[in-house]
């Protein structure tokens, strides 16, 4: 049975596993906040320049495995295989949702 997620993180994941992030920026607000690997970028192009770095490097593609959400917030947890030590690994993804669209969004091993 397929996850139902908010537009704006369906659409986040289609664009990111498309390794496409011109389309990928549509989801998140102009001041939007990714967080990863403990490092925080700021606005469409610090994430646009970290989704072109992590595509280029790692070859991502995550795969939503559940999700939990409360009003604006939805964590969402997803199986991602790549080009790195340990693939697939299992990521925890919590997104703060601002209107309908990604205000923030950070990334972490569970």
Known sequence: MPIELPT???????????HDATAMLRFFTQDAAVIDEKQERRGHVAIGTW???TNEQYQP?????SVQQSGEE???MA???GNF???????????????DLIGRL???VP
């Open 79 to 81: 199986t991602v295989s």
């Open 74 to 76: 939805a964590v969402v």
């Open 85 to 99: 030590a340990g693939s697939p690994v299992t990521l925890r993804f919590a997104f703060r949702l601002t209107g």
């Open 51 to 53: 989704e072109k770095e």
């Open 61 to 65: 593609h995550a795969e939503p495995i």
């Open 8 to 18: 704006a993180i369906a659409g986040y994941f289609m664009a990111a596993n498309a």
């Open 106 to 108: 950070e990334i972490t």
